[in-house]
């Protein structure tokens, strides 16, 4: 099984910053890595897929990089609605098809 | 729009049985994989089954496997989650998602989500 580690825990951030957080495959997972956002109460939103396509409606300051087991969601300028948790999930090993532990963007 | 509706959730007794449902609406149902993902309180997200778009392949997570049915009819737009012996440790919420669609068919990452149906296992 695939294990994927997401740091920092919780990265603690003003609005206007860019924010950098990491996910790290136990074993490649090719660019099969996607990433979700979650606010309390709501279900996952789909924000990046194989490692760097945004999603459907997604706006431009999130974007995706990396491959094999080293991977980068950017948030570029935070807005107040990008205080949330974030997944990254990979295909590239199945099954299962793992998510990491989360990281908490928090203000 | 695309939409996703679960519902069966509720309180059960461990080794006791529970059948989820997912009602798709928005899309053509019979061309995407559908998957069951939970969530416990106040934890991360746990990835439990998947069956493909035609029904003829599934897969489970080791947890659950030997507990849990994946089903879809077509026909109907609905997705079943057949849980069987469950234990404590299966209080979740449990989504139904959606493959996001890649080139002419899905894969499995997952673009769109129900609202979540609560399950609690609980003597």
């Known amino acids: 099984e695939i294990v994927l580690t997401q740091s920092p825990a919780t990265l603690s951030l003003s609005p206007g910053e860019r924010a950098t957080l990491s996910c790290r495959a136990s074993?490649?997972?090719?660019?099969?890595l996607a990433w979700y956002q979650q606010k309390p109460g709501q279900a996952p939103r789909l924000l990046i897929y194989?490692?760097?396509n945004r999603a459907t409606g997604i706006p431009a300051r999130f974007s995706g990089s990396g491959s094999g087991t080293d991977f980068t969601l950017t948030i570029s300028s935070l807005e107040p609605e990008d205080f949330a948790v974030y997944y990254c999930q990979q295909r590239g090993n199945w099954p299962p098809f793992t998510f990491g532990g989360g990281t908490e963007v928090e203000i | 729009q695309v939409q996703l509706v679960e519902s069966g959730g509720g309180v059960v007794q461990p080794g006791r049985s529970l059948r989820l449902s997912c009602v798709a609406s928005g899309f053509t149902f019979s061309r995407y994989g559908m998957h069951w993902v939970r969530q416990a309180p106040g934890k991360g997200l746990e990835w439990v089954a998947v069956i493909w778009s035609d029904g003829n392949n599934k897969y489970y997570e080791d947890s659950v496997k030997g507990r849990f049915t994946i089903s879809r009819d077509n026909s109907k737009n609905t997705l079943y989650l057949q849980m069987n012996s469950l234990r404590v440790e299966d209080t979740a919420v449990y989504y139904c998602?959606?493959?996001?669609?890649?080139?002419?068919?899905?894969?499995?990452?997952?673009?769109?989500w129900g609202q979540g149906t609560l399950v609690i296992v609980s003597s």
């Open positions: 074993q490649s997972v090719s660019n099969y």
């Open positions: 998602a959606r493959e996001v669609a890649v080139g002419a068919g899905s894969a499995a990452h997952f673009d769109c």
């Open positions: 194989d490692a760097s």
